[in-house]
Nanobody, 115 residues
Framework: QVQLVESGGGLVQPGGSLRLSCATS????????MSWYRQAPGKQRDLVAAITSTGGTNYLDSVKGRFTISRDNAKNTVYLQMNSLKPEDTAVYYC?????????WGQGTQVTVSS
């Protein structure tokens, strides 16, 4: 059974940093485009960052310069380094793996930015 397991969320003060991880199993990780999405209460789920199998990246405008997505194919894991966090970054963050024929989601991890 394919699994995507996010970790690293939590409560952080404005201006702080967190590093999210998404460990995958039972997929050929290296060929998948990996993404992070987030969903705040009452809002739609938005793409935050994505990284292709060849390392190309794209970001939501509001996180450019603050967030960095990366992947470690040897560990089948994708990361999201989040710096200079703002209260508006508060959301549940989801990991997604998209292949040619299949798409998989993780269960999400809560990120709360508050003083």
């Amino acid at each position: 059974q394919v699994q995507l397991v996010e970790s690293g969320g939590g409560l952080v003060q404005p201006g702080g940093s967190l590093r999210l991880s998404c460990a995958t199993s039972r997929i050929l990780f290296s060929v998948y485009t990996m993404s992070w999405y987030r969903q705040a209460p009452g809002k739609q789920r938005d793409l935050v960052a994505a990284i292709t199998s060849t390392g190309g990246t794209n970001y939501l405008d509001s996180v450019k310069g603050r967030f960095t997505i990366s992947r470690d194919n040897a560990k089948n894991t994708v990361y999201l380094q989040m710096n200079s966090l703002k209260p508006e970054d508060t959301a549940v963050y989801y990991c997604k793996a998209r292949g040619l024929q299949n798409t998989y989601w993780g269960q999400g991890t809560q990120v709360t930015v508050s003083s």
